[in-house]
């Protein structure tokens, strides 16, 4: 496979290194932006929250890959890992004084959204 083009499920081509069409931060971006409407409206709010937090490592992982910055995705990697679905649900309970249907909306709203400062790192 050539290195610099790679399919990412709903973006037509992602390239690894320059701005040919889509940065891999860019990318990711866009992937997360998208996340509620991948969601199974079918399924209970919790098992959606949970659709949506298992998408946002996915992407995360997947983007970390295709970084062409290695130094960068193995600190974003170190310093940053994808968190886990009982400690995530813990910390919104816990610190957050979430309870209910709070939990999983905080979640499914999260999924979606970026921190302004990593946004602005990677000019999103």
């Known amino acids: 496979m050539n290195l610099r083009q790679k399919e990412i499920i ?3 081509k992602v ?3 320059g ?8 990318g990711y971006h866009w992937k997360k932006g998208n996340i509620p409407n991948l969601l199974d409206e079918s399924k209970t709010l919790e098992n959606q929250a949970k659709q949506a937090f298992d998408l946002r490592n996915t992407y995360r992982t997947q983007a ?16 940053e890992p994808n968190l886990t ?4 649900v813990d910390h919104l309970i816990n610190n957050k004084g979430l ?5 999983w909306n905080y979640i499914i709203n999260s999924a979606s959204s ?11």
């Open 99 to 103: 309870s209910g249907d709070d939990v």
């Open 15 to 17: 390239f690894e290194k």
């Open 114 to 124: 970026g921190r302004e400062g990593v946004d602005a790192l990677f000019k999103l």
């Open 85 to 88: 679905w009982e400690g995530y």
């Open 10 to 12: 709903g973006v037509p």
């Open 19 to 26: 701005p040919d069409i889509m940065s891999a931060p860019a």
């Open 64 to 79: 970390r890959g295709y970084m062409s910055d290695r130094s960068l995705a193995e600190f974003l990697e170190g310093n």
